[in-house]
C-alpha cells in the first residue's frame, strides 16, 4: 500500500480515513490498558463490570447511531460524535493530571469516549459508500485494513511506551488530535446524502428506530451475509481464548537455545499476523486482481478456516506459524471483499442501519468465540479443529448463497 492509492479517493474518504487511522491510534493506546488501569485502583470486580457496562451500552449506542445516520444525515453524526470524543478526551486528561486526579471522572468520560466511538462508526462508514463507486470499494476497504492494522500496531505502542507513567501527557496528546479531527470533520467533509420520507421524521425515535431494524432483519440475503460473517471471524476471537490457553499447555520447547513456551508462541502469531498483514496487503492486492473476485472472496475464506483449524490441533511451532501465516493470508483476501457485498447489499436510504447490524454481528462473532473455551473442556485439541472446520464451513456456505447471484464490478 502507498500515498498513491490513497490519493485517488473522494475527498470525503480521505479524511475520514485520517480521522479513523487517528481514532484507532488513540483507540489501541487506551482501551487495552483501561483494564489494568481500573482494576489497580478499583479492584477485579469492578472493572470487570465497568468494561461489561461498557460494552453492553456502546452496541446500543451503535444502533442509535446508525439510525440516526440515516435520519439526519452522515456529517451531522459525526461532527455531534465528534465533539463528545474531544470533550471526553479533554475530560480525561484533567482527571489524570498532575494537579488533579479521579478514577471515578476518568471511568465516566471513558464510558462517554467508548459509546460516541461507536455511535459514530455506522455514519462514518455510510459516508464511505456514498463517496465510492462499487468499481473502486475493493480498493477502498483493502487500503482501509491495511491502515486500521498500521494504527492498531502504532497504538499498541505508544500505550505500551506512555499509558503507565505519562497518562497525562498521552490522553493531552490525544485530546489535542481530536481537536483536529473535529475541525477536519466540520470543515472538509461534504454530505450529498439526503434523508427519504422527510415527514417520518414527526415519528417517536424509539418507532423510528424499531420499524429500521425490522426491515433490515428482513433482509434475508444481508443477514445470511452477517450471520456467515458471525461464524467466519468466531474463528479468529479463539486466538485470544481457547488457542492461547491449549498454547500454554502444549507448548514447551526450545529453538536455537531459545525457549518457547505458550505465551511467547501466541506472540510469535501476533507478530507474523501483524507483518503480513502491514507488508503483504498490496502484494497479495496485486496478484490477485486479474482473478474473479468471488474466486478471491472463496479462496481467503477457505484458507482463513484451514489456518485457524490447524491452529487448534498442532503442537509444532512450523506448523502454528504457517497456520497463522495461512489464517492471515485468508483474511487480507475476503475482508475488503466482505466490506464490498456489505456496501453492495445495504438499501441506500438505510445504510447507517445496514452498518451498525454488520458491526453488532461482529461483536456476536466475539463473543461465540469466547465460548470455545468452554466447549475445549469438553474435547480433544482435534475434535476442537473439525468444529472450527464446521463452524467454518457453516459460514462459508452462508457466503455463497448471500452472493450466488451477485456481481461486483473492479478497478
Known amino acids: 500500500m502507498n500515498l498513491s492509492v490513497f490519493k485517488q479517493f473522494h475527498l470525503n474518504i480521505k479524511i475520514r480515513m485520517i480521522v479513523s487511522f487517528i481514532s484507532d491510534i488513540a483507540e489501541m493506546s487506551i482501551f487495552p490498558f483501561m483494564a489494568i488501569y481500573f482494576s489497580s485502583n478499583l479492584g477485579a470486580a469492578w472493572a470487570g463490570a465497568i468494561l461489561t457496562l461498557t460494552t453492553i451500552v456502546s452496541i446500543i449506542f451503535g444502533m442509535y447511531g446508525g439510525f440516526f445516520a440515516d435520519r439526519f444525515g452522515r456529517k451531522k453524526v459525526m461532527v455531534a460524535g465528534s465533539i463528545m470524543q ?8 484533567f482527571a489524570n493530571s498532575p494537579w488533579f486526579e479521579s478514577v471515578w471522572l476518568t471511568f465516566v468520560m471513558f464510558f462517554l469516549l467508548s459509546i460516541t466511538s461507536r455511535f459514530i462508526d455506522p455514519a462514518s462508514e455510510a459516508l464511505l459508500i456514498d463517496a465510492s463507486s462499487e468499481e473502486e470499494q475493493p480498493l477502498m476497504y483493502r487500503f482501509i485494513y491495511w491502515s486500521a492494522n498500521l494504527a492498531f500496531s502504532i497504538g499498541i505502542i505508544v500505550g505500551a511506551l506512555f499509558f503507565q507513567e505519562h497518562k497525562f501527557e ?9 481537536i483536529f479531527t473535529f475541525l477536519l470533520t466540520l470543515g472538509w467533509i461534504h454530505d450529498d446524502y439526503v434523508p427519504k420520507n422527510k415527514e417520518k421524521k414527526r415519528n417517536g425515535v424509539f418507532s423510528g428506530l424499531l420499524s429500521s431494524y425490522i426491515k433490515v432483519l428482513r433482509d ?40 518457547i513456551d505458550g505465551p511467547r ?30 474466486t478471491v472472496l472463496f479462496a481467503g475464506l477457505f484458507l482463513y478456516v484451514a489456518g485457524y483449524s490447524f491452529l487448534a490441533w498442532s503442537k509444532l511451532i512450523i506448523v502454528l506459524t504457517i497456520g497463522i501465516a495461512v489464517a492471515t493470508i485468508g483474511e487480507v483476501l475476503f475482508q475488503p471483499i466482505r466490506s464490498t ?12 442501519s445496514y452498518i451498525a447490524v454488520s458491526g453488532l454481528s461482529m461483536d456476536a462473532g466475539q463473543i461465540l468465540g469466547s465460548l470455545g ?25 452462508g457466503f455463497f448463497w448471500a452472493i450466488r447471484d451477485s456481481s461486483l464490478k473492479t478497478k
Do not use: P, W
Not at 86 to 93: K, Q, R, V
Not at 170 to 178: D, R, V
Open 265 to 294: 508462541m501466541l506472540s510469535i502469531l501476533i507478530i507474523t499476523n501483524t507483518i503480513i498483514v502491514l507488508f503483504a496487503s498490496g502484494i497479495l492486492g496485486k496478484m490477485t486482481h486479474k482473478f474473479n473476485i468471488k
Open 373 to 397: 473455551l468452554m466447549v475445549s473442556a469438553l474435547l480433544s485439541n482435534t475434535l476442537m479443529a473439525g468444529l472450527f472446520l464446521f463452524i467454518g464451513g457453516l459460514g462459508i456456505l
Open 220 to 259: 434475508t440475503r444481508f443477514m445470511i451475509l452477517c450471520i456467515s460473517t458471525l461464524l467466519v471471524l468466531s474463528l479468529e476471537s479463539q486466538l485470544y481464548g481457547f488457542i492461547a490457553v491449549r498454547l500454554s499447555e502444549d507448548i514447551h520447547t526450545s529453538v536455537f537455545g531459545i525457549i
Open 341 to 352: 457485498y456489505v456496501a453492495q447489499l445495504a438499501d441506500k436510504y438505510a445504510r447507517g
Open 170 to 178: 498521552l490522553f493531552l496528546g490525544f485530546a489535542i488530535l481530536s
Open 86 to 93: 474531544t470533550s471526553s478526551f479533554i475530560m480525561i486528561a
